[in-house]
C-alpha cells in the first residue's frame, strides 16, 4: 500500500500518474486538510482518503507532499505511527532526509525526491537521493514508484537544492517564456491564440529535437542563426538584456531558497 499524505498539486500529479501506470485504487490512499478535498479526490481516482495517522499506520511506502512549511507538523502527527522499516519518500523543497529522520524517531528508509509537474504527462523530471538509513532496495523503489511518470536520475543529496532550482522550478521558467513571448507576438498585431500555437508548437518542436537528436544546444541554436540575419538581431538584443546573466542569478536565487525552506 502506498500512501500519499497532503495530496495537492504535486500529490495529485504523483496519485494520478501511479494509477495511469497500473497501480490500482485499492492500493492507494491519500490525505487531505480539507473535507472537500478529500470528496474530490475519492470521487475523482476512487481511492480511500484517510486520516495522516491511519495512512502512517497502515501503508508500507509513504510519500510525504505537504508544503516544507507544513512538514514539520506533519511529521510530528505521524511520527508515533510509523512503523519501522516503512520506506519515506519527502517530495518538498528543501527539507533534508536528516530533517524527516531527526522526526520520525527511529532508523527510517528516506529517500528524498525533486519531481516537477510535467508529471501529469508522463514526462517528469525526477532526482532522487537517499537518507542514512535508505539501501538500494529503497533507491530501486522510489524509481519503480517514478520512472512510469518520467526520468529519474540518482544524485547526492548536497545538489538537491540545485536540482530543485533547475528542474523542480524549471518548468515554471519556461511557461515564463512562453508568456513573454506570446506578449511579443501581441505587440507585433498578432492574433493571441495564433501566437500562442506558434510559440507552443516552437517550444514543443524544439524540446523534442534538443531530446531526441543528442546534438548539443549550442548547435542546435546555430543551425537556426543565419549570419546577418532575423536570429541574431533577436539574440543581440537578449545578450543587451543580459538574459544569460538573469537566468544565472535566478536559478542561483532558487537554489539558495530552497537551502532555507527547512528552517521554514
Ligand atoms: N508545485 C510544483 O511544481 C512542485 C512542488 N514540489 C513540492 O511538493 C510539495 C507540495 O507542493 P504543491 O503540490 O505545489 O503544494 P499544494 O499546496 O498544492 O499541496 C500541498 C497539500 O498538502 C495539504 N496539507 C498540508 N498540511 C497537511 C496535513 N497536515 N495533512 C494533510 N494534508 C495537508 C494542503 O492542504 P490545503 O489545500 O488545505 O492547503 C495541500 O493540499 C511541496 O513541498 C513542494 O516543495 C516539488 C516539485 C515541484
Ligand atoms: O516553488 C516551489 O517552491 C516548488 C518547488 C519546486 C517547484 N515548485
Not at 63 to 75: F, G, N, T, Y
Amino acid at each position: 500500500m502506498i500512501a500519499i499524505l497532503g495530496t495537492g498539486k504535486m500529490g495529485e500529479a504523483l496519485l494520478s500518474g501511479l494509477l495511469r501506470a497500473g497501480v490500482r485504487p485499492g492500493e492507494v490512499m491519500a490525505t487531505a486538510r480539507r473535507e472537500d478535498r478529500a470528496a474530490a479526490l475519492r470521487e475523482r481516482y476512487g481511492v480511500q482518503v484517510v486520516s495522516n495517522s491511519e495512512a502512517a499506520k497502515i501503508a508500507d511506502t509513504l510519500i510525504l507532499a505537504v508544503k516544507p512549511q507544513d512538514m514539520a507538523a506533519l511529521l510530528a502527527e505521524i511520527g508515533p505511527h510509523v512503523p519501522a522499516g516503512r520506506l519515506v519518500i519527502s517530495a518538498a523543497a528543501g527539507i533534508t532526509t536528516s530533517f524527516v529522520e531527526a522526526r520520525l524517531g527511529h532508523e527510517v528508509p528516506v529517500v528524498r525526491v525533486m519531481s516537477n509537474t510535467p508529471v501529469v504527462v508522463d514526462e517528469a523530471m525526477s532526482v532522487i537521493s537517499a537518507g542514512a538509513h535508505a539501501a538500494e532496495k529503497h533507491l530501486r523503489l522510489a524509481e519503480d514508484l517514478l520512472k512510469p511518470v518520467g526520468k529519474v536520475l540518482r544524485i547526492p543529496e548536497s545538489q538537491q537544492d540545485a536540482a530543485t532550482a533547475l528542474s523542480g522550478s524549471g518548468p515554471a521558467y519556461f511557461f515564463y517564456l512562453v508568456e513573454a513571448m506570446v506578449d511579443a507576438g501581441i505587440l507585433l498585431g498578432m492574433p493571441r491564440a495564433a501566437a500562442l500555437d506558434m510559440v507552443t508548437q516552437s517550444i514543443v518542436g524544439a524540446a523534442i529535437m534538443l531530446r531526441d537528436s543528442g546534438e548539443h544546444p549550442v548547435i542546435l541554436r546555430e543551425a537556426v542563426t543565419s549570419p546577418g540575419g532575423t536570429t541574431i538581431a533577436a539574440i543581440a538584443e537578449l545578450e543587451r538584456h543580459r538574459v544569460r546573466a538573469a537566468f544565472l542569478d535566478a536559478i542561483e536565487a532558487a537554489r539558495d531558497r530552497s537551502r532555507e525552506l527547512a528552517g521554514g
